[in-house]
């Protein structure tokens, strides 16, 4: 579950390229504040989209699911 305060964050899904590039890759962003994501088995990765919070801050996460 991602809890965060809408409209200063979202939670983006994306793939390795999308993390390592801190691009959405064309996916929409959840913004409710309150996400709950079922994970896939391996790597799950996800930034936040909001300009500057991913590639200066460093907003993002991998999550590995077994």
């Known amino acids: 579950m991602f809890r965060y305060l809408p409209p200063f964050h979202n939670v983006v899904v994306v793939d390795l390229t ?3 590039s801190c691009s959405t890759g064309g996916s929409r962003p959840l913004t409710s504040g309150n996400d ?4 896939k088995k391996g790597v799950n ?8 919070h991913c590639s200066l ?10």
């Open 18 to 20: 999308g993390y390592r």
């Open 36 to 39: 709950t994501i079922t994970l």
């Open 45 to 52: 990765y996800f930034i936040c989209s909001v300009p500057g």
């Open 57 to 66: 801050a460093r907003m993002k996460l991998a999550v590995t699911a077994t």
